[in-house]
Nanobody
Framework: QLQLVESGGGLVQPGGSLRLSCAASGFTLDYYAIGWFRQAPGKEREGVSCMSNNDDSTYYGDSVKGRFTISRDNAKNTVYLQMNSLKPEDTAVYYC????????????????WGQGTQVTVSS
């Protein structure tokens, strides 16, 4: 059974950092494009970052460029999102996603999803 499980969320002060992890099981993550998305209350799911399965090209949403970094560790079958200089507007549930064929920051095209982890940025 293909499964994605996020961890690492929590409460952090503005300007702080968090690293989210997404562990994959039931499939080899190396073959898949990977992505991170977030959803705040009352808002649509927003693309944060994604990474190609072909050449590891990375893409970021404008609101997180220069602050967030996506990476993968194929040996651990795990994806990471390093989040620095966090702002209150980064508060959301963060989801990881995987897809064999699609790439991009539109959540519509992604097939496999984790259950999400809450990130709250507040003083």
């Amino acid at each position: 059974q293909l499964q994605l499980v996020e961890s690492g969320g929590g409460l952090v002060q503005p300007g702080g950092s968090l690293r989210l992890s997404c562990a994959a099981s039931g499939f080899t993550l190396d073959y898949y494009a990977i992505g991170w998305f977030r959803q705040a209350p009352g808002k649509e799911r927003e693309g944060v970052s994604c990474m190609s399965n072909n050449d590891d090209s990375t893409y970021y949403g404008d609101s997180v460029k220069g602050r967030f970094t996506i990476s993968r560790d194929n040996a651990k079958n795990t994806v990471y999102l390093q989040m620095n200089s966090l702002k209150p507007e980064d508060t959301a549930v963060y989801y990881c996603a995987a897809d064999l064929y699609n790439l991009g920051l539109d959540a519509t095209y992604w097939t496999y999803w984790g259950q999400g982890t809450q990130v709250t940025v507040s003083s």
